[in-house]
């Protein structure tokens, strides 16, 4: 994803285009089980995707409870660019697409259905950490004319309830740009980053001095320090960046890592965590 974004920016496409065609490399990979075609099903067997998008200028476009449409963060950016709404929703965002064009797809692949079918002989709902159960892509890029734009889609909780949804399509919570200061995505259990609005959070941490990492941190600190937070049981991590370029990632546990591409090399780096 990261190699299709950067190709994009080295050719002098918008930052824009460079994430969305990154989200689309996972949305279209059925072996990744928590994002796009071959998602694992909410507790009924039904593939439901949630995503956004969010460009320098401050639009954005978020799709959810999405069925039959493997890129739903294509469909995101054509609900910010050709309607004068922000947020679209099951039945008539799937109807939306379709007259954009695009096709009805089964999502729902082979394994993920007989997963789903094993899952329900106990039908027990126990996230794992760091295990593609809540998996998120966020992919935030900056290109020459040093515009953010950032992305995040998914298939959201493995066996959800129906009409679930995380923070994966919540501008401020799984998303946040502000051109003038950078931008954060979220991954993770969806509930706990909107109660802290988590992304929003990092991106203002930002306006106020602190470094894409520092304010990570503090985001993550906010949720672990709430007096009702069951942290250990669950997993959270932020990725940001700032109008310099500067990065930072960090998780709540081990596990959590950020691929960044930067002067032509592809790396792949583990995050720093709350250590408890």
Known sequence: ATKKAWDLLESGSSSLDAVEQGCMIEEADVNNQSVGKGGLPDRDGNVTLDACIMNSKG??????????????ISVA?????????????????????????????KLLTDKSRLDWLDWKLKSEYKPIINIENHDTIGMLAIDKNGD???????????????GRVGDSPIIGSGLF?????????????????VKTVGSFLVVELMRNGYSPQKACEEAIRRIVSKKNSNY?????????????????SYSIHDGFSMTKYENNLNKTFKSNYYSG
């Open 59 to 72: 639009d954005c476009g978020s799709v959810v409870y999405l069925k039959n449409i493997t890129h739903a």
């Open 77 to 105: 950016r054509k609900i910010m660019e050709e309607t004068p709404h922000v947020m679209l929703a099951g039945v008539g965002a799937e109807k939306f697409a379709y007259s954009l064009g695009y096709k009805k797809e």
């Open 148 to 162: 953010i734009s950032g992305g995040c889609t998914t298939s959201g909780l493995a066996y959800k309830m129906s």
């Open 177 to 193: 740009i502000d051109n003038e200061v950078g931008g954060a995505v979220a991954t993770g259990l969806g509930e706990e980053v």
């Open 232 to 248: 250990k049981d669950f997993q959270v991590g932020y990725i940001a960046i700032n109008k310099s370029g500067e990065t930072g």
